[in-house]
Every structure is written in structure tokens, then in C-alpha cells.
């Protein structure tokens, strides 16, 4: 099943694999950090932190999406490869971008409600539970695009995989 070089997926550029680094970066940090309770978004620091942090993981993704889709390509696919994994690979690819995008929105939406009483409790614990939805997606989206870089690596070895590393010693 391995493609041959005439094939191989075509390197992105140093923009493209920037942004995606930098975007795994700030999903790992984000994860890492963590809240444990919305109560915490009461002292003004992390506030402003929290949505500065938002506000800025949003914008990447924003710069990421117009990025992969009008400049620098979405995907390093060969166009012989099965309709199955271009499928795949869009259902993922748009998993992680509404998940990052959900993230973000309502992580936004929870700080605002916080700082304003007058939106309730309803509100605050809809987007509570939108985003925690998000925060569990996201990750299981994450190891599903890992799974297909690495069969691409392994299985299909057509250099999608090489495209946004370039040659790993794996």
C-alpha cells in the first residue's frame, strides 16, 4: 500500500507548520493550566488572563483556518488517496476547529456571564456545559488526527506525516 515518491504529500511551508505548533502548544498549555471552578474568574488578574488567553487562542485558530484555507492548503492528502480519508480527514479537521472555536466562545461567554449577574445562572451553566463538551471532544479529536498521521506514516507511507514534521527519525 505504500505510495511511491512520484506521490509523496508535498511539505508545508514554515507559516503553516508554525501555526500548527504553536496552536498544539497553546491547547497542551490550556489543558495544562486549567481552571478548577468559574468562582476563580472573580479575581481580576486570572480574569483578564483567562480572556486574553481566549481572545488570543481564537484569533491563532481564525489565522490558522483562513491560513490552511486560502493560502498555505488545508491538506497534504495525495488526491488518489480513498474517499474514506479525505472524509476522515475533513470530519476531523473541522472536529478541531469547532471544538477550539466552542472553546473559546464559550469560555468568553462564561467570563462575561460571570461579571454580569444579571445574565443568571441559566445562561452561565448552558455554556458551562457547551464547554466542557468541547473540552472532552476536543482531545478524543486530537488522538483521531494523531491515529491518521501516524497510519500515513506507518500504513499509507505517502509523507503526509513528513509534511508538517519533514523528516523525523521515527
Known amino acids: 500500500m505504500a505510495s511511491s515518491a512520484a506521490s509523496a504529500a508535498k511539505p508545508h511551508g514554515y507559516v503553516t507548520k508554525g501555526i500548527h505548533w504553536l496552536s498544539i502548544l497553546l491547547i497542551g498549555y ?31 485558530f481564525a489565522l490558522r483556518l483562513f491560513w490552511t484555507q486560502k493560502v498555505g492548503g488545508a491538506t497534504r492528502l495525495p488526491k488518489e488517496a480513498p474517499k474514506w480519508e479525505h472524509f476522515a480527514s475533513r470530519i ?43 473540552l472532552t471532544a476536543l482531545p478524543l479529536l486530537i488522538i483521531a488526527h494523531i491515529c491518521g498521521a501516524l497510519w500515513h506514516k506507518f500504513i499509507r507511507r505517502d509523507g503526509v506525516l513528513e509534511s508538517m514534521t519533514g523528516k523525523l527519525p521515527i
Open 30 to 60: 490550556g489543558y495544562l493550566k486549567g481552571l478548577d471552578s468559574v468562582h476563580q474568574l472573580a479575581d481580576p488578574a486570572l480574569f483578564r488572563f483567562e480572556v486574553a488567553f481566549a481572545l488570543a487562542l481564537g484569533l491563532l
Open 92 to 134: 476531523v479537521h473541522y472536529g478541531l476547529y469547532g471544538s477550539v472555536f466552542t472553546i473559546v466562545g464559550t469560555g468568553l461567554a462564561i467570563a462575561y456571564g460571570y461579571a454580569s449577574p444579571a445574565l443568571g445562572d441559566l445562561f452561565i451553566n448552558m455554556m458551562i456545559t457547551l464547554h466542557e463538551a468541547a
